[in-house]
């Protein structure tokens, strides 16, 4: 009777026990009420913006459609359907939910401070989002990410927290009927390989990314979304990173960034094997796959991808899209034969 009070109040394999499992209901249920609305307010911007629906539709698989700046950007297309699929994983108290809400939380924060730094220092930003209406919708909207980026931190903070089951106090032993000497000790469970294996996919994609970036930054001019024609040079460019009022609110700056830092903190955490890292790193090949495979079908389409072997730039090009596509396709597929311990 002990060891099934124990089970019940754990809960099943890779879900909630009942102590943390209203954690996973409310934050779920908030992620993905702010997912929606992300997707209507993006519908509203390309409909105030006076953009083709069918073009945008388009342009979400294939990158040589031109996009309005009222679109936002391919990665925030990828983090709103992520937010979808583990709001629902989370409403159905799955454990592997609880990285990818931190992970959704962390850059949801990052791009609400983002539009308040703009905010805060440019009068003439200021002014030009007062003037549309638009404009006023974002910065409501970056404030209640904000707030729900942060209760999402604390909530899922508090689940990883799991209470001691009944009858695991010391100078106990369910085994007897909760009398008798305590368990002999146990080592913790030694590093997975699945695990391991899949932290080496996501550092290697985040080690190509960041490379990619360095040779963006050493280029003889370095520009920034809504300054066209200038040289926004380093300093420019990281500015953009954490101020929306340099050249544009749409984040290219910010994302370019946080899709080369992130890879590389959640593989370390995998390759620690620490809590909550799986689901973390899960979300995240979701949305490298999503944005290379979006990248590769417009090499597939021209038809002749042997004109990208003619330049040393092209064919690095072409073979990492194919790589870190490929990375993240085996990261998924080694983490989720992994048992949830999360």
Not at 84 to 100: C, D, H, M, N, Q
Not at 109 to 137: C, F, H, K, T
Not at 144 to 164: P, Q
């Amino acid at each position: 009777m002990a060891l099934l009070n124990q089970g019940v109040r754990q809960g099943s394999p890779g879900r909630a026990g009942p102590d943390t499992a209203p954690a996973y209901l409310r934050m779920g249920a908030a992620v993905a009420l702010y997912a929606t609305a992300a997707a209507g307010f993006i519908g509203y911007e390309i409909d105030q913006g006076g953009a083709d629906g069918t073009d945008f539709l388009k342009s979400l698989y294939d990158p040589r459609t031109p996009l309005t700046p009222w679109a936002q950007t391919p990665q925030d297309w990828a983090l709103i359907a992520t937010a979808l699929v583990f709001g629902g994983i989370a409403l159905a108290r799955r454990r592997v939910a609880r990285g990818a809400l931190m992970l959704l939380a962390v850059i949801l924060i990052g791009l609400s401070l983002r539009e308040l730094v703009g905010l805060a220092v440019s009068e003439p930003y200021r002014q030009m989002m007062d003037s549309l209406g638009n404009g006023q919708l974002l910065v409501i909207f970056r404030v209640v990410g904000l707030f729900i980026g942060i209760a999402i931190l604390a909530e899922m903070a508090r689940a990883g927290r799991r209470s001691t089951p009944p009858y695991a106090a010391y100078g106990t032993n369910p085994a007897y009927g909760g009398y008798g000497p305590p368990p002999p000790f146990r080592p913790g469970p030694r590093l997975r390989p699945q695990i391991t294996a899949a932290g080496v996919c996501v550092l290697l994609g985040g080690l190509v990314a960041g490379a990619w970036l360095v040779y963006r930054l050493t280029r003889p001019e370095v520009f920034v979304m809504g300054l066209p024609g200038r040289d926004a040079g380093v300093d420019g460019f990281f500015r953009a990173v954490v101020d929306a009022s340099y050249g544009t609110s749409v984040p290219y700056s910010f994302h370019s960034v946080s899709y080369v830092v992130a890879p590389l903190l959640v593989g370390v955490l995998l390759l620690r094997d620490s809590p909550a890292a799986r689901g973390t790193a899960i979300a995240l090949s979701f949305i490298s796959l999503y944005l290379d495979a979006r990248g590769l079908y417009s090499y597939a389409v021209e038809g002749d991808i042997g004109q990208y072997f003619d330049s040393t730039l092209g064919t690095l090009a072409l073979l990492s899209a194919v790589t870190t596509a490929v990375l993240a396709l085996a990261a998924v597929a080694l983490l989720l034969r992994v048992p949830e311990q999360d």
